[in-house]
């Protein structure tokens, strides 16, 4: 089955900074890499994704690339605000009429104001 | 929020017991997705239904088993209970089943097996 490294486990970084958080996959069907935050007491949120036909993908202050040679894939927070401090996980996933999601071991992201 | 509901928020129960979690999805939403999240595991899929229809396992036990009824609403039924069952429990839904789909999570059942 698929299996996802993701690193670091815990990650501080200065408001206005800018955050890397890096997921390995060994699955070559995958082909969905979502990104979820989770904050304190809640479920996880869906941020952002990518599929395998893309290289990289922005929304605002986030960004994914993915290298599907190398079978990785990053997310990076630009100008972090303490609003961000959460548990970030990666995923990766393969089609095939349903959704059979692989999480990573999670990152905590601390802000420091 | 993310318009799912998960009852109950918490649950304390004693090992060999039986519980059953109860999940409703956003309304319109026919997928229904259940996870698994522990200190030592991480985040676990465990099984979705679609529109009632069992559609992909992932690291289910044979004492867990869920089902998801005419109206949508789904239950996660964990059997014999084991100290190393507590955990968060999550309900996800989504419109559709496939990967085009986003997934909404619920605020999830956290579990105390003593």
């Known amino acids: 089955g698929e299996n996802v490294e993701q690193h670091p486990s815990t990650l501080s970084v200065q408001e206005g900074d800018s955050a890397v958080i890096k997921c390995t996959y060994s699955?070559?069907?995958?082909?969905?890499f979502p990104w979820y935050k989770q904050e304190l007491g809640k479920g996880p949120q869906l941020i952002i994704d990518?599929?395998?036909?893309?290289g990289e993908k922005k929304d605002q202050r986030i960004a994914v690339t993915l290298n599907k040679t190398a079978k990785h894939f990053s997310l990076h927070i630009t100008e972090t605000q303490p609003e961000d401090s959460a548990v970030y996980f990666c995923?990766?996933?393969?089609?095939?009429?349903?959704?059979?999601?692989?999480f990573g071991t999670g990152t905590k992201l601390q802000v420091i104001p | 929020d993310s318009g799912v509901t998960q009852t109950p928020k918490h649950l304390i129960t004693a090992t060999g017991q039986r519980v059953t979690l109860r999940c409703s999805p956003r309304?319109?939403?026919?997928?229904v997705y259940w996870y698994q999240q522990s200190l030592d595991q991480g985040l676990q899929f465990l099984i979705q239904?679609?529109?009632?229809?069992?559609?992909a396992k992932g690291n289910i036990l044979e004492r867990f088993s869920a089902q998801q009824f005419p109206d949508l609403h789904s239950e996660l039924n964990l059997s014999s209970l084991e100290l190393g069952d507590s955990a968060l429990y999550f309900c996800?839904?989504?419109?559709?089943?496939?990967?085009?789909?986003?997934?909404?999570f619920g605020p999830g059942t956290r579990l105390t097996v003593l």
């Open positions: 996800a839904s989504s419109l559709g089943q496939g990967v085009n789909n986003e997934q909404f």
């Open positions: 239904y679609y529109n009632g229809e069992e559609r």
């Open positions: 699955d070559s069907a995958s082909n969905y």
């Open positions: 995923a990766a996933s393969s089609s095939g009429g349903y959704q059979k999601v692989t």
């Open positions: 309304s319109g939403d026919l997928s």
């Open positions: 990518i599929r395998s036909n893309v």
